[in-house]
């Protein structure tokens, strides 16, 4: 069986995008996407929870993410990849 690893986010860019370039050359752009969920608590309160999403794009397509503007709407097709790391505290 083939594994998949699929995501799309919708959101706004919550911050301006940082384009830099590795040591072999390759460009790679950073930015933020917060994404707002709207939804009634069982107490019938609205609720506005965000999330914010860590984006990287590489190559060419970093030249052009690099142009984006905080604010702009935009929906990212990608893989989903995760970060681990451990504090002074274990």
């Not at 994404?35 to 019938?44: A, D, E, I």
């Not at 142009?67 to 990849?81: E, T």
Request: glycine fraction near 10%.
């Amino acid at each position: 069986m083939n594994q998949l690893n699929s995501i799309i986010i919708e959101g706004n860019v919550s911050h301006e995008p940082k384009l830099s370039k590795t040591p072999q050359g390759l460009y790679v752009c950073d930015f933020i996407i917060a994404v707002n969920r709207f939804y009634k608590n069982s107490n019938g309160e609205e609720i506005n929870e965000v999330s914010f999403f860590d984006i990287q794009g590489y190559g060419e397509l970093a030249k052009v993410l690099s142009q984006i503007k905080k604010g702009q709407g935009m929906r990212v097709v990608g893989r989903l990849k995760q970060v681990r790391w451990q504090d002074q505290e274990g």
